[in-house]
C-alpha cells in the first residue's frame, strides 16, 4: 500500500473570475478504492478534469505523478495512454450503434481495415458476462436502460488497459440491483490491482466501497482520512463546515396565508418512464421565501419545471393556487394564473440572447404593453425602462443585445421580465449560479422586497449557505421526493445534508 | 451605491441621443446595390438605368420578392421551405385551369387560389408544427407533391389564354397622376407618424433621436420616392405587380414588428425552449407562419401567370432557391431569430439586377446562375467574417 498509483500536488485551475480548484493537493495509493466526496460545485469534477487532460497541461499550475512519473497530458488520449479511463455522469455511448461496436469503438479491433466481427461478438460476450448483462452484443445501446448502459461503460473502459478507473456519480442512475452489480465489479477490479477513484453523494456506498475518502470544498482539499477513521456524519460535516461568509440582507416579514399548496404530487418522464417525482408536497405562504435544498438529481428543477408546465411528463397529484385548484398545461396557464419561473439555466431558457433586452423584458408580458392588440413601441420602452431601473441593470442602452451583458446582468433581465408580469409567486432555480458578488447582493434585495410586498418566493439553490442566509423555512428533497422541512431557526448545514444524502431523518415530517 | 447604479443607466440613455444608430447590414447591402447599378450601367451605356429597364426590373423581380417576404418569416422561425417554387406553379395551375376551362371570373379565381395557396400551407404547417417532423423533409415532400398534383390536373398542358381582367394584374401601369398621388401619401403618411411618434415620446419622457436625424430621413426617403415614381412615369408608369410588392412588404414589416405574432416569429426563431417558457404557443405560430407563406406564394402565382399569360408545368421551378437567397443576402440568418424584410427586398433586387444586367450584356444563362451563386456565397461570408471582427 505505500505506493502512490497517482499523485496530484497544489493543483490550481482558474476560470474567469472564479477559482475552481485552490491549490488541491491528491493521492490515491494503488490498488485501492478511493472516494471523493464534497458538495456541487466543491470542484471535483474540475480535479478529474484536470487529470484525464480535458483542462490540458498548461491550463492548471501544478504536477501529476502517475506511478512516480510526473505526467503531462494535453488532451484525452494521452491520460488514456496510461492507463486512466474515466466514466462520466453524462455518458459517451453511441445509442445508434451495437454493444459490441460501443465496448471496442476505440480498440484495435475496431480499427482494421475489414473489421472481424464474429471475433467483436465474441470478445464483446467475454465483457458482457464479466458485468452480468446477458444480452445479444449487437443490441443497440439506445435500447438499453440507463443503468444497463453505465455497466456497458464501465466494460468499455475495462476493454483498454486500465490501471486507474474514475467514476463520477455512477449510481445516480442507477437501479438498486444495479447498485449491487456494480459495486461486486468494482471490488473483484480492486483484487485485480486495479485503482479506483469513486466520486459519488451516497455516502452509505463511499462507507461500504471505500478505503480512503478525500473530500474537497470550495475548490480545497480538506482532508484524507482511512476510512476507519470517519462515519457519515464526521464526511457530511467536513463537506459543509465553513463559515457564512457572503452576507445575506435577511429581514424578518410578515408572513400571510398559503399562497400555493401541492399535495401528492408525482411526475413521470415521458421519455423515460422512470418516476422522476414521487409523491412530493409543501406549502408555500404570502411574503415567505422558502429554500429548496437537496443534491444534483434530487428531483428539484423537474418538481418545479413540471408545477410551472415546462416539462414533458405525466402528472399526479393537486396543486392549490389560493385555495383554489390550478391546472396547468402549458406554461402560459402558469404564467395566467401568476405564477413566474427563472430557470437555472438563463441561457438557455430564460433569455433569447440575439433579442435586445427590451423585448426580452416583455416576452412574458407582451399584453402589457398593446394598445388596440398592437404592440405600442414607446410604451414598451417606457415599461422595460422602469422595471430595468428597479433591478438597478446596468447597460449602455436598452436596445443592446442580450448577449453582450454579463451574467449578473443578464440575470437583472431574466428577473425583469417575470417581475413585469406581477407575479403571486416566483419561483427562482439557482438565481445567483455564475454571477459575481455584487450582482448576487443586489438580486438578493430584490427577492427581499419582492417578499415584503406579498409574494410567495421559492428559491432553489445548491448553495447551502444561500438557502439558509435567504430563506424563511427549508424544505429538503431527495430522490425525487421531500424529504423534510426546518424552520430558519433550526436549520443547518449539517442537518440538511444529512437529509439530502438519505441518511437520517430527524426533521420534522412533511405538511399535510 | 444604488444611486450610483441607476444614474449610470439614465446618463446612457441620454447618451443614446447623440448617438446615430448605424446599421452596418442595411448599409452595406444599399452599398451593393449602388455597386451593382453603376457596373451594368457602364456596361451598358446608361442603358441599366433606363426609364424602360427600371420598370422591366421591378416586375422582373415581383414575384420573388413576394416570395421573399414570406420566406424572411419562415427562416426568422427557424425554419425553411423548399416547396415554394411547385406551390407558385400549382396554385397558378389551379387559378389558370379555373378560369380557361371552368370559365370563373377573374375575381373568383383569385380569392379561391389565395385560399387554396394558404390551405396547403396549413397542410404543410401543422406536419412541421403538430407532427415535429422537420420543415426541410415536409417541404422538399410538398416540392415533389404539388409539382405532381399540377402535371396531374394540367394533363401536362400549358394552359392558356387568359380573360382581360387577369392578365392586367401582372401586365399594366398606374396612370401617371396616380402614381404620383399615391407617392405623396406615402411621404405624408410618414411625416405624420414621426411627428406623432416624436410628440408621444417626449410626453412619456423618452430619450429622442435629434430632429435632423429623423428629419432628414424623410427627406432622403421623399427624395428617394420621388425619384423612382418619376423614372417609372417617364416610361408606362408604376407597374401594377410593383404596387403589390409594396403594399404586401408594408403590410408585413407591419406585422413583424407590431403584432404579437411577429414578436414571436422573432423569438421562437431566436430560441425556442425560452420562448415556450414565456408562454408563447410555439405550435401555433408556426403553423401561422406556412399559413401565410402558402398564401403569399399564391400570390406571386397569380402575378406570374398573369405575366405569361398562361400556366405552365414548369412554372415556378427553382424559385426557392432564389427565394431563400434574397433573404440570406438580405441578411436573414439561417439559424434562425434575425433577418428582416426589407433586406429580403433588396435582396431580391440585386438578383434580379444581375440576371436584367447580364442578360442586357448579352452574357449567356448560364454565366447568371455562376454569378449568382457566387454572389449568394460572398454575401454569407461577409456577414459571418464582419460578425467575427465584432466580436
Redesign the interface.
Known sequence: MGDYALQMKGITKEFPGVRALDNVTFSVHKGEIHALCGENGAGKSTLMKVLSGVHPYGSYTGDIYVDGKKVEFRTIKESQKVGISIIYQELALIEEMSVAENLFLSHDLMKRKVIDYNQLYAESKKWLNYIGLDIDPRTKVGKLSVGKQQLIEIAKSLTKKTDILILDEPTAALTESDVEVLMDILKDLKSKGVTCIYISHKLGEVMELADHVTVLRDGQTISTDPIGELSEEKIVTKMVGRELTELFPYEPRQIGDNILEVKNYSVIDSQTGKKVIDNAAFNLRKGEILGISGLMGAGRTELFTSI?G?YEGKKEGTVLLEGKELKVK???D???AGIA?V?EDRK????????DIK?NTT??A??KV?KF???D???E??KS?EI??KM????????TAVRQLSGGNQQKVVLS?WILNNPKVLILDEPTRGIDVGAKYEIYKIINELAEEGVGIVIISSELPEVLGMSDRVVVMSEGTVAGQFDRKKATQEKIMALATGGKKDAKSTVH | MQSQQSTSLNENVQEKKLSFKFDMQAYTLAIALVLIAIIFSIFTDGEFLSSRNLSNLFNQMSVIAVLAIGMTLIIVAGHIDLSVGSLVGLTGGIAAILQVWYGWDTLSVFLVTIIVGALLGLWQGWWVAYRGVPAFIVTLGGMLIFRGILVGISQGQTVAPLEGGFKQLGNSYLPYSIGYILAIIGIVLLIFFTIKNRSKRANLGLALTPGFIDYGKIAVYSIFTMGIVYMLNRYLGIPTPMLIVVGLAALFIFISSKTAFGRSVYAIGGNEEAAALSGINIKRNVLWVFILMGALAAVASLILTSRLNAATVGAGEMYELDAIAACVIGGTSLMGGKGKIVGALIGALIMASIDNGMSMMNIETFWQFIVKGLILILAVWLDISSKKRAA
Open positions: 410551472f415546462g402549458k406554461p402560459s402558469a404564467i395566467n419561473y430557470s438557455r431558457f430564460g433569455l433569447v440572447l440575439g433579442m423585448q416576452m412574458a407582451l399584453n398593446m392588440k398592437l404592440i413601441h414607446n410604451l420602452l417606457q425602462e430595468t431601473k438597478k441593470l446596468k447597460a449602455p442602452n436598452l436596445e421580465k
